[in-house]
């Protein structure tokens, strides 16, 4: 995994012991780098249009959105080429 908070030597935020295994970043809800499948792509879309701000701030408490992404990600995963669109789902909104 390409996580910008795994520096080579461990995960710089400390998650998992500081030292996570490839499956574990693969479903952190902090990963930020190269989208690993379709739900990091569906997430940046809709955080880029709004939808997102809107759906967590009809619900307050979000609606499953990781859970979604998670699993469209392994039904879906990027390999290759792909894995140069960027994945933000934890940027500022």
Aim: hydrophobic share 25%.
């Amino acid at each position: 995994m390409k996580c910008d908070h795994h520096d080579g030597n461990g995960c710089t935020l400390g998650l998992f012991g500081g030292n996570p295994s490839p499956g574990v970043c693969e479903s952190c809800d902090e990963y930020v780098g190269p989208a690993r499948g379709a739900g990091d792509l569906i997430e940046a879309v809709t955080k880029r249009t709004g939808i997102k701000a809107i759906v967590d701030k009809v619900t307050g408490n979000g609606c499953g959105c990781s859970r979604r992404r998670d699993k469209l990600n392994k039904f879906i995963p990027f390999r290759g080429e792909q894995d140069d669109v960027q994945s933000d789902h934890d940027s500022a909104e």
